[in-house]
């Protein structure tokens, strides 16, 4: 950017641009470093004479317990579910109304009601409608032959009936996004390969996929962030439960710190979530910088 | 009759008349010896009370900290009698039950002053005690200057006062030695059994006398009424669920939570009594409990017995209360049971929980939220919330031996006071009190409902259980 | 530029319908539900056929449920008011940081520039729980506890990394050209911003407002722990109508649907920009 008389002043404007948003968010990576130091204290409120520094004994205990392990299971598993099923649905979904038409695109406000609906109280909505009594899916489920299935009562559904919330809240962010990116896919190549008689097949996975990756990097990255820390539906549904079938990340430090009083072992599992959503994003974004990049060499 | 034998009881406070008149004339108006003297010593404190400065803090605002709960709705219903009587304001925070107590702990633990006083269970002083959030109560109790003389401490049942009161030693007796009062018992509810009586009428049923009668007729409710199952109780992954109607009947076959071994705490959920007590409860549910149990809280327990999708419920009596009114759908159906699920045992032993007032250790105006705890804990505002409103059950013995109050239940919540005077003698709280309760007991729900699923075996699974409660113990240095 | 053949529409036509039914169903049963009284929904087996009522729409408005237990006091509205306080505020702020810094980095190349970047989106990958863990502390030694304006400092982290990406790839999409042309009229950097580059971007910016106002007000966790109860927003006030009277189920219904309502509003008004303006710094032709 030229054109500015004064050097310094251009030299210093990004920063200057920049730094309020920067400054605003330095002031929560204080609590952040408060919180790594917790989690190497034997710190739990209702023992105040233990408290003591510890290095890094929160860890290995959690290391050793099997609960732990558990979560790191459920976490990835409701992760890996979620975010595969919403991908793939609300590609279906964006390729569907893909058409720019008043229908397609009244179409695509309304699928977007579910993720105005916050997801602590789409729980408390599944809720209604998974009641044995009179949740109309009980009904369906009773209708299609399953007089007696028990949603997120029973471990062998709960996790199931969570996913199955989490991608009716989340799959129209995945859609809306994937949307955008589609309608965005310059004409030519797909003229193109319909003179040549290509099929419909190989331009989507040859064409349409390729030129969308970096919006489904995207929606998945920020998708995955929120399903690694999720903690509204599943804590609303069961709170962990049935048994520790849904004790994911958060639930289990929520409980440790708001219930447990334990703020040293819940601070443990919180920076091992942290650490994990840190090592995924980074393979995200590398690989949406490296895509950008050869996107910015081409045009 | 009452304000007749008001006038006479004040005519002795004014030495008009001695008192052994006063027996003889009460006498003649039908009232009994005991009846009488307990008039006598109320218009003898209310005497001693007007020395009692209520508007020492005239002017202070104190703020409070509330659960979603008709004790509370209660307590605002009356407010303003208290706001006139001491000149004082009072603000509150209501929060939904869902959440108030982790809000109480989220409070407590970032060290704020934002509340004076605050709703709590008996079981949660025993992290806040602890932790230091909480006074003693004694230091103020037992102030005669802070303490209005009518405020008849002694008054409160003595269970009640025993169980919210505790020395901070993990396994020590609550009341017991050393003891910190960490809360005023406000409104309590202790275990039974609620029935639908429409439905047990129908079908020739009898509210059970043990545990397994107990199995029986739910099994029958569930097979034979169309759209009903047998019995309702708790099962959310909480420590909600082991608290009511399961540790009642645990305790009622003299099974404990913790032994004391060599000075140690040790789980005691292994034995074989348990395991045979959580045979029986596992399978009662699985047969003819509600179908997503593992969901169920208070309300969900509470909302079918009231809408006729449950036969009976075993879980606090005052659920049962609450539910036979309002709109609910079978409200002036239901009728009140105790239980003793123990063929040997002589009596009910229902856990107790305690609905109480505690105050925060934070706060900066502590005389003037006492104002209000003793204010909103003593006779008169129970009396009121006893005939009024919703505040049962009380806990003072003066309410219960309430003519009016008596009344009232009688009429129109039928079989509820046997149901209290055979349950009450043996209700207290069974639990061991040690900080990780909540830990712990959580673990103990989300056992059961492993077993429920069957997930693990119920040996197995309490074997696990004992294992695990053990290791966190000596993990935490108990 | 897709084939239409006939059984090609029809195939369309039935997933279209099998996705709207599976996605809007749930809505159009509780906005039912919200219509009919405890009593009603309670009714085994579930029916659409009963005689519509308004009073849970009553409760809710008038703040108080009148039933035979006595008279309930409700907060919804109150609670309704703060969601929209902390959402509007809390993306106005972001949008006040955001569109600068997203310009910076889209049009300047600048020393620490990609490390900035990367640092604000990072705050969203923290886990909220591990931050509210002890900010607790120090808003309450701030005396930024119970505050608003300590809440919409908290809400930037769900805020402002999405709205900052979003519109970064915005900016980067559209032509320098224009702006260039403008500034070599005589114009200052700081009127081209705001008079040629923020009106250009206004498709993202609105797509961006859209998302991240939704996010803002889905917040359940934050406003628990840090306010008391009068700055609650809807999401924790939902919780009240589950009363040691029962659940109000019809209540229930009627606060979701009253809830979506101002959301459903804004995204009604932004919709046309909301596919064009969600251009993520991707491939243009």
């Not at chain 1, 058409?99 to 977007?112: D, E, G």
């Not at chain 2, 104190?62 to 509370?72: D, E, F, G, S, W």
């Not at chain 2, 910190?180 to 047990?200: D, M």
């Not at chain 3, 008279?71 to 106005?92: D, K, P, Q, T, W």
């Amino acid at each position: 950017m030229d054109g500015s008389r004064r050097p310094f002043m251009r030299k210093a404007l990004p920063y200057l641009l920049s730094l309020p948003a920067l400054l605003v968010c330095i002031g929560i990576l204080i609590p952040f470093g408060t919180a790594v130091y917790y989690s190497l204290q034997r710190y739990n409120l209702a023992f105040p004479m233990t408290r003591g520094f510890i290095w890094l004994e929160n860890y290995t205990l959690l290391f050793t317990d099997p609960a732990f392990w558990n979560t790191v299971r459920v976490s990835l598993l409701y992760t890996l579910y979620t975010v595969g099923f919403e991908l793939v649905l609300g590609l279906g979904i964006a390729m569907l109304l893909q058409r720019r038409s008043l229908f397609n695109n009244m179409m695509s406000i309304l699928l977007l009601l579910p993720l105005m609906i916050a997801p602590a109280i789409a729980a408390l909505m599944w809720k209604l409608m998974t009641n044995p009594g009179f949740g109309i899916l009980s009904y369906f489920a009773s209708l299609l032959g399953f007089p007696d299935f028990k949603w997120a009562s029973a471990s062998s559904s709960a996790l199931f009936t969570v996913v199955l919330i989490d991608i009716w809240v989340y799959t129209p962010f995945m859609m809306v996004l994937l949307l955008a990116g589609l309608r965005a896919l310059p004409r030519q190549p797909f003229e193109a390969a319909e003179l040549d008689g290509v099929p419909q097949s190989f331009v989507f996975f040859r064409i349409t996929l390729p030129m969308l990756t970096p919006y489904i990097i995207t929606a998945t990255l920020f998708r995955m962030l929120e399903s690694i820390q999720q903690f509204d539906i599943i804590y609303a549904m069961t709170q962990g439960g049935p048994g520790n079938t849904l004790m994911a990340f958060q639930v289990a430090a929520y409980l440790e710190r708001y219930q447990y009083t334990n703020v040293g072992r819940s601070a443990a599992i919180l920076m091992v979530l942290w650490a994990i959503t840190f090592l995924l994003s980074n393979l995200f974004i590398k690989q949406w910088l490296r895509l950008r990049e050869r996107a910015r060499g081409m045009g | 009759m009452y304000s007749r034998i008001q006038d006479l009881a004040n005519a002795v406070v004014r030495r008009q008349l001695d008192r052994r008149n006063f027996l003889r004339r009460a006498g003649q108006l039908g009232i009994g010896a005991s009846a009488a003297t307990y008039f006598l010593n109320q218009a003898q404190s209310t005497a001693l009370a007007q020395d009692f400065d209520w508007q020492k803090h005239n002017g202070t605002t104190i703020k409070l900290l509330l659960n979603k709960h008709p004790y509370a709705d209660a307590m605002i219903a009356n407010l303003e009698t208290f706001k006139s009587m001491t000149g004082m304001d009072v603000t509150y925070d209501v929060f939904p039950e869902d959440v108030y107590f982790d809000k109480v702990t989220a409070e407590l633990s970032s060290g704020g002053g934002n509340y004076d006083a605050f709703m709590t269970g008996a079981y949660q002083t025993w992290q806040y005690g602890p932790a230091g959030w909480l006074v003693d109560m004694n230091e103020f109790i037992s102030d005669a200057s802070l303490t209005n003389p009518n405020y008849n401490w002694d008054d409160i049942l003595p269970n009640l006062r025993a169980s919210t009161a505790w020395s901070g030693v993990p396994g020590a007796e609550l009341g017991g030695e050393g003891a910190k009062q960490w809360a005023i018992p406000w409104g309590f509810e202790l275990n039974s059994i609620a029935y639908n009586k429409r439905v047990f009428d129908e079908h020739n049923l009898t509210p059970p006398n043990n545990m397994a009668e107990l199995m029986e007729t739910a099994a029958k409710i569930s097979t034979d009424v169309d759209g009903m199952y047998g019995v309702g109780v708790r099962g959310s992954r909480s420590w909600a669920t082991i608290h009511p109607g399961f540790l009642s009947g645990y305790s009622n076959f003299n099974e404990r939570d913790f032994t004391m071994e060599n000075g140690q705490l040790m789980a005691a959920m292994a034995t074989p009594g348990s395991k045979s007590f959580h045979a029986d409860w596992v399978k009662m549910i699985q047969e003819s409990g509600p179908r997503d149990w593992a969901t169920y809280t208070w309300y969900q327990v509470g909302t079918d017995l009231g809408a006729g999708a449950s036969g009976m419920i075993y879980d606090a009596d005052i659920l049962g209360y609450f539910m036979n009114g309002g709109e609910n759908a079978e409200a002036g159906n239901l009728a009140y049971h105790a239980f003793a699920p123990n063929p040997e045992a002589s009596a009910p032993t229902p856990n107790v929980w305690i609905w109480s007032l505690g105050m925060s250790n934070f706060s900066t105006q502590k005389e003037a939220a006492w104002l209000f705890m003793q204010w909103a804990s003593g006779t008169d505002h129970a009396l009121f919330g006893a005939r009024d409103m919703d505040f049962v059950n009380p806990v003072r013995q003066s309410v219960w031996d309430d003519q009016a109050f008596q009344d009232r239940i009688a009429k129109s919540y039928p079989g509820y006071l046997e149901q209290y005077e055979a349950s009450a003698p043996g209700s207290k709280i069974y639990f061991t009190p040690q900080p990780l309760f909540f830990n712990l007991t959580t673990e103990w729900a989300s056992m059961l409902q492993q077993m429920v699923g069957n997930e693990v075996p119920v040996d197995e699974g309490l074997d696990q259980l004992a294992e695990s409660v053990n290791r966190q113990l000596r993990q935490a240095g108990i | 530029m897709e084939r239409q053949t006939t059984t090609g529409r029809v195939v369309r036509v039935m997933l279209l319908t099998l996705v709207g039914l599976f996605f809007l169903f749930p809505i159009f049963w509780v906005l039912l539900m919200s219509f009919q009284t405890n009593q009603d929904i309670l009714r085994i087996p579930p029916s659409i056929f009963f005689e519509p009522t308004l009073g849970n729409y009553k409760a809710l408005i008038s703040g108080r449920l009148e039933s035979t237990a006595g008279v309930l006091e409700i907060r919804f509205m109150n609670n309704l008011m703060n969601s929209v306080i902390l959402a509007v505020s809390s993306v106005a702020l972001s949008l006040l940081l955001g569109i600068p810094a997203a310009y910076a980095f889209a049009r300047f190349k600048f020393r620490l520039g990609e490390d900035i970047a990367f640092t604000l989106l990072s705050f969203r990958f923290a886990p909220p729980l591990l931050v509210l863990l002890p900010l607790a502390i120090y808003f309450q030694q701030m005396g930024l506890i119970d505050t608003y304006i300590g809440l919409i400092w908290v809400y930037q982290l769900i805020t402002l990394p999405l709205i900052l990406w979003i519109v970064r790839g915005y900016f980067e999409d559209i032509s320098e050209d224009i702006e260039h042309a403008y500034r070599l009229d005589g114009n200052g950097w700081f009127k081209t911003f705001l008079h040629i580059a923020i009106p250009l971007a206004k498709p993202g910016i609105a797509a961006a407002t859209l998302l991240s106002f939704i996010f803002a007000w889905n917040n359940f966790v934050f406003a628990l722990i840090l306010a008391s109860a009068d700055k609650q927003p809807v999401t924790v006030g939902a919780l009240a109508f589950v009363t040691a009277s029962g659940i109000q189920y019809g209540q229930i219904a009627a606060s979701i649907v009253l809830s979506v309502t101002p959301t459903l509003l804004l995204a009604l008004y932004a919709q046309r920009y909301l596919v064009e303006g969600l251009s993520l710094g991707a491939v243009k032709g």
